[in-house]
């Protein structure tokens, strides 16, 4: 493993640093300047959806963190989209930007050294036109977070705050984007929420705080709270990695159920591609900020096309299948701050082809709903263009 | 499953033996410091491994399964029960007697982050124990640790860099080698792979089984993932709230699961097939509290096929098939029905169990 590291030294020399951090500077205020310029006029974040069939459309997002070692390019050219009323799931390791690909959607990302630099992110508002939700000012972000798109985070235990009584924490949510609702009607609301995760205390739960409860009736909370506002689409963020295989199946059937009531599209990132399987209707596989690899979910598990997708497949021990060794994709993730400029694949992948050696392979159709980054496929599908990255340095 | 009766036969073929293990830790009240409770985290765990196999210890977070692995090593003293490795006393040894078994029992922990000092480079955290040991001789200890590492997939340069400076899957080798180094017969594995990425995951059940059929070490494999545990496990134990509910073969187990709870559990599995139809068990409610455990099977506030005698008499620790064992009422035979309703009657006269009571659990 990691053979190349013998000679590259992670360190960076004094004036290195500093050149880099006064690189930073200059660009995050840039960019924080052009987006309080932003704020003003409407025309400058809204836009059409391309198909209106759509809640969201990711087109060519770039987001980078403008760290202290350099620039990391966390979602690089990322573009697929989210049919209303399906479950997209979007699967990949840790570090391959599927966190913060949502994380931009939200306009959650730590700023000011994390910035969607390009690309645009289409919100369908329902009415024929929709927000680019990278330039859209945080006033109107504060109505549509929670309301319209709302988020299930990974931990039950941190997402609550410790203080407030539940019913408390819910009925905020209502209050908030329902000024007009009496205290009376939120409280109604809240009970009917709880009683729709499937607490059947509902009314002690109300008033009970949040360590009194398990993680799994804290994950139904956080539910809660996500749906108190019907949202259009929901994101889970990796929903039940915290949690214990029976709960985790509860929990599973509870959101696939809570998705059909409501009619609402999931966004259903996680790394178990057991959950995936069960749950999402669509698949997208995220390699090193990349897509490399979305279609439905027959597409992807029955004619996995990337290699990373076959490796992931047959890396993960599956009960009723006996196998002698699992195998294990050679090497490790490219450094994010220094990527190849060739297929980030490429080092690990057993198999290359001629064109390996050349750029970025493009987004590859080969078939209505299957699209694949590899060369590979090259002769047999139709190119559909290349992710498109953001040179910073113009910034 | 009070009495030990698990396996009869006493032969060397078993490296660890666990007779009626129990682990409470005592609650104390704030002021006078009395105990006022007890939270049974191992209440009566009974197994045996033989040597060069592994054994899986699957089941919720909380139901025991780390307490468990941790007594067994004494890193924790016991409540009661007895610990054989190789036919030793855990136990019964004195501190320096135990001190010289140590070598032969290892662990790796579940989380590679906080488990090796951030203060002590690569080299030294294997050696460490080496040196204390007089495992091989100092002029040879170079060498040796060399030979370790190289074993666990690190290469030779590593030995001067500090753990920070590694990921998640190669600082679990890391764990590994350090285990490793002491040449041990007994590995503890408490979760070593659920902290890593799916693809990490496989280097390390792969270098395990590895090193497992180099040097014929005895696993006891502790884990949540069944997918994994089916994969490495030769027999499999199940726990639910501090008890062991079912023990057998991995493919008897997974083949034909007979406790209630294990069916749930193994029918909540996630399969990476979109088209396959799981008939899911959702159990419902979540774990019950061990410090006030439900009366009777632990299991009967969740179960589908809960009896009336379920909810007084515990069941007994049967083998049902031949090297499978559970504990359910479904499957008691004659006599041990005769006992559990004899408890049953004898419970409902002294205390009627209300309804009330029933919520609480």
Redesign the interface.
């Given at each position: 493993m990691a053979k190349n590291e013998t000679n590259k030294s992670s360190y960076i020399s004094a004036s290195e640093s500093r050149r880099i951090t006064r690189f930073n500077r200059r660009v995050t205020r840039k960019l924080e300047q052009e987006r309080a310029n932003a704020n003003k006029d409407p025309v400058l974040y809204t836009t059409k959806m391309a198909n209106p069939g759509n809640v969201v459309e990711f087109d060519n997002v770039c987001t980078y963190f403008f760290t202290d070692v350099g620039t990391v390019k966390a979602v690089d050219g990322v573009s697929f989209e989210v049919p209303i009323g399906k479950t997209v799931g979007v699967v990949g390791e840790s570090g391959c930007g599927k966190s913060v690909t949502s994380l931009s959607l939200m306009q959650l990302l730590q700023r000011p050294s994390g910035q969607t630099v390009g690309g645009e992110i289409r919100f369908n508002l329902g009415d024929g036109t929709a927000y680019n939700i990278v330039n859209t000012p945080n006033t109107i972000m504060e109505t549509i977070r929670g309301n319209k798109i709302s988020m299930i985070f990974q931990e039950p235990m941190t997402a609550l705050n410790p203080v407030f009584r539940i019913g408390e924490q819910v009925d905020e949510v209502t209050l908030l984007h329902n000024p007009e609702m009496s205290k009376d009607d939120a409280k109604a609301r809240t009970l009917e929420m709880l009683e729709l995760v499937g607490i059947a205390n509902r009314e002690g739960v109300y008033n009970m705080y949040p360590h009194e409860l398990s993680g799994g009736m804290r994950q139904r909370i956080c539910i809660a709270i996500a749906l108190a506002c019907s949202p259009t689409l929901i994101i889970a963020d990796e929903p039940t990695t915290a949690l214990d295989v029976t709960i985790q199946a509860q929990i599973l059937d509870l959101l696939q159920n809570l998705k059909n009531k409501l009619n609402s599209s999931i966004m259903l990132i996680t790394h178990d591609l057991g959950v995936v399987a069960g749950m999402a209707d669509y698949v997208v596989v995220m390699y090193a900020g990349r897509v490399v690899e979305k279609g439905t979910a027959e597409d992807i598990f029955h004619h996995p096309a990337h290699p990373y997708t076959i490796g992931l497949m047959r890396s993960k021990p599956v009960v009723g299948k006996k196998v002698e060794a699992l195998y294990n994709i050679p090497g490790s993730v490219p450094n994010p701050v220094e990527m190849p400029n060739y297929c980030y694949f490429r080092d690990r992948c057993e198999m290359q082809c001629g064109h390996c050696a050349g750029q970025y392979p493009p987004e590859i159709r080969i078939s209505d709903t299957h699209i694949v980054s590899c060369y590979r496929f090259l002769e047999e599908g139709s190119v559909l263009g290349y992710p498109k990255s953001v040179n910073v340095e113009e910034l | 499953m009070s009495d030990s009766k698990v396996m009869t036969d006493t032969e060397n073929e078993y490296l660890l033996e666990v007779n009626n293990l129990v682990k409470w830790f005592p609650i104390k009240s704030s002021f006078f410091k009395q105990t006022i409770g007890n939270v049974k985290a191992v209440d009566g765990v009974s197994f045996k491994i033989r040597r060069g196999e592994t054994m899986g210890l699957v089941g919720?977070?909380g139901c025991g399964k780390s307490t468990c692995g941790r007594t067994i090593l004494r890193l924790q003293e016991k409540t009661s029960g007895e610990v054989l490795l190789g036919g030793q006393d855990i136990f019964a040894l004195s501190k320096e007697e135990l001190r010289k078994m140590r070598p032969k029992m290892q662990i790796v922990f579940q989380d590679p982050y906080s488990s090796l000092s951030p203060r002590l480079p690569v080299g030294e955290i294997i050696g460490e124990a080496v040196r204390e040991h007089n495992i091989v001789s100092p002029d040879k200890f170079d060498d040796y640790i060399t030979r370790v590492m190289e074993v666990c997939?690190l290469?030779e340069?590593y030995k001067d860099r500090y753990p920070h400076?590694f990921?998640g899957?190669?600082r679990q080798r890391i764990c590994i080698a350090r285990a490793l180094a002491l040449s041990p017969d007994f590995i503890v594995c408490d979760e070593p792979v659920s902290a890593l990425?799916?693809?990490?995951?496989?280097?390390i059940?792969?270098l395990l089984?590895q090193l497992q059929k180099d040097f014929g070490l005895t696993y006891l494999f502790i884990s949540?993932d069944?997918?994994?545990v089916?994969?490495i496990s030769d027999t499999v134990g199940v726990m639910y709230l501090g008890s062991m509910v079912e023990y057998a073969e991995t493919e008897k187990i997974?083949s034909n699961p007979l406790n209630p709870y294990t069916k749930?559990?193994?029918?909540?599995?996630?399969?990476?097939?979109?088209?396959?139809k799981?008939n899911?068990i959702?159990?419902k409610g979540?774990?019950p509290s061990p410090a006030n455990p439900p009366k009777g099977c632990k299991f009967h506030t969740r179960c589908e096929s809960c009896m009336e005698v379920c909810r007084y008499a515990p069941p007994e620790w049967l083998e049902v098939e031949n090297g499978h064992f559970c504990a359910c009422h479904l499957y008691n035979d004659e006599a041990a029905q005769k006992r559990a309703e004899d408890i049953t009657q004898l419970e409902k006269s002294k205390s009627p169990y209300t309804a009330a009571e029933q919520k609480e659990v």
């Open positions: - | 919720e977070s997939g290469p340069y400076e990921s899957g190669q990425d799916v693809s990490i995951q496989a280097q059940i792969n089984k949540h069944l997918s994994v089916e994969h997974f749930a559990l193994f029918s909540a599995i996630p399969i990476p097939d979109p088209d396959a799981i899911r959702i159990l979540s774990i």
